[in-house]
């Protein structure tokens, strides 16, 4: 299935005094690899609510295997999990600049017709841009 690669430089206000980042973060990382997933297909989350689709999170799960630091230079690899329906679920994986395995995630986010505030299934041009690849 479609993944991606985003680096990030952790930044000092997301460690604790050891320097280490605070565990709170990492859902803050899935997201942005989550988004820029997205934005590799073309799209952004602020032009699917313009087109009146929201995805909230409804499940999240993360398993913590090392530490990231202040100023890491960490990946987040973003993996869709299968062609989504109402649901769209991806599995993450988070890696050090030492190429060392940090975390393992999952992520389950629905289709919401921004309007109606209805489940959705996902939206057809997703769906095609998805099969191009």
Same mark, same amino acid.
């Given at each position: /299935? @479609?993944?991606?690669?985003?680096?990030?430089? *952790?930044?000092?206000?997301?460690?604790?005094?050891?320097?280490? *980042?605070?565990?709170? #973060?990492?859902?803050?990382?899935?997201?942005?690899?989550?988004?820029?997933?997205?934005?590799?297909?073309?799209?952004? !989350? @602020?032009? /699917?609510?313009?087109?009146?689709?929201?995805?909230?999170?409804?499940?999240? #799960?993360?398993?913590? @295997?090392?530490?990231? !630091?202040?100023?890491?230079?960490?990946?987040?690899?973003? %993996? $869709? @999990?299968?062609?989504? %329906?109402?649901?769209? =679920?991806?599995?993450? =994986?988070?890696?050090?600049?030492?190429?060392? &395995? &940090?975390?393992?995630?999952?992520?389950? $986010?629905?289709?919401?017709?921004?309007?109606?505030?209805? &489940? /959705?299934?996902?939206?057809?041009?997703?769906? =095609?841009?998805?099969?191009?690849?």
């Amino acid at each position: /299935m @479609k993944k991606t690669f985003t680096d990030i430089r *952790v930044r000092y206000g997301e460690t604790d005094q050891m320097g280490v *980042v605070y565990y709170g #973060n990492y859902a803050q990382y899935l997201e942005q690899g989550r988004t820029e997933w997205l934005r590799a297909l073309g799209f952004s !989350y @602020k032009w /699917m609510e313009a087109n009146n689709v929201h995805l909230p999170v409804v499940h999240l #799960n993360i398993d913590y @295997k090392r530490p990231a !630091y202040y100023d890491d230079i960490i990946t987040v690899k973003t %993996t $869709l @999990k299968q062609i989504p %329906t109402v649901k769209i =679920e991806f599995e993450y =994986e988070i890696y050090n600049q030492s190429k060392q &395995l &940090l975390v393992t995630a999952t992520t389950i $986010l629905v289709f919401v017709n921004s309007t109606t505030k209805k &489940l /959705m299934k996902a939206p057809d041009y997703l769906l =095609e841009k998805l099969k191009e690849d």
